[in-house]
């Protein structure tokens, strides 16, 4: 008679715990204590117990596929590295899980913007999804995956989403904060901002940081220059000739992000301003361009990559049923990167 083969109830019974840790641990999942995990791997080798991913995943109603939803608006170029950073965290941190991921950009003004959505999710069987900046913010379509029961995470989630869903990202307004103290500190009092859209949670909470550290200095954020942008190269090539030419120029310029503030440096340069000397300008993100443009530029590190490995992480645990699952904000450290694009003002 053929010797049938072990079970995973067979490993639950040889290392004396029960089949949602057996689970747990082939799954490499959270909670674990390091000596359970070892019993159940010492039990898996002794029965010569093979994972049937196929079988794992029918039972469990499970493609093993993930969605990293992103905007993508016609009329607008690229950001040039802050999605490509997110999907790439993402990516590796799916591998060693052995999920697989698909992106998605969609028209973020779209009115079928949700229906797009779950028409993409369920075409693929997704089994969850990542919703990044401005779709992170869409509480419409936050309520409707919960309603769904559909797993997903928000990155850069505003306040009032944090307390909705799980949610991964950096301290934007704290960001905000500690890059305008340092140009308080190099001397600076008249400063212009380039905001980002309108609604972008992250971007606004960038803002506020700095609001909250010009009050502190004494300063009205409401008496300095202020525009928006979306985000690009362009924009913020624009947006700082309406900045700068005016008789009462400000000497710190802050962008609410790289693309902007490489596109600021460039208009300040075709307008002979002498950089730093005449002018600081500072971003967010530490994308690859704030290294090579010139002079380097002042931003804060937005560790990117780390933010997309830990959504799908995060993903991966509701899917799992982790204890540690559930809405609420894991905020992702931030520092200041120093270049030659500020300087003291004199």
Known sequence: MKKAKPTIDDVAALSGVGRTTVSRVLNNGPNVRPEVR?????????????????????????????????????????????????????????????????????????????????????????????????????????????????????????????????????????????????????????????QGLENHASAESRYAGYGRALSEAGLSPLSMATTRGNFTFRAGADQAVRLLNVPQRPTALICANDDMATGALFAAHRMGLRLPADLSVVGFDDTPVSEVVWPPLTTIHQPIKQIGARAVERLIDLLNGAESAGAGFEAVPHRLVVRESAARFE
């Open 38 to 194: 070892l019993r159940v791997l010492q039990a898996v080798e002794a029965l010569h117990y093979k994972v049937n991913t196929q079988a794992r995943s029918l039972a469990g109603g499970r493609s093993q596929t993930l969605a990293l939803i992103h905007a993508s608006d016609p009329d607008a170029e690229p950001n040039s590295y802050y999605f490509s950073g997110l999907e790439l965290g993402a990516l590796r941190a799916c591998a060693p899980e052995g999920f697989r991921l698909l992106m998605h950009g969609l028209n973020q003004h779209a009115l079928n913007r949700i229906e797009a959505i779950f028409d993409f999710v369920r075409t693929h069987h997704c089994d969850g999804v990542i919703l990044t900046p401005p779709f992170s913010d869409d509480r419409e379509l936050h309520q409707a995956l919960l309603t769904q029961q559909i797993a997903h995470v928000a990155v850069s989630p505003g306040e009032a989403v944090r307390r909705q869903v799980a949610g991964v990202g950096m301290d934007d307004e704290a960001a905000g904060y500690e890059l305008t103290r340092y140009l308080l500190g190099l001397g600076h009092q008249r400063f212009a901002f380039i």
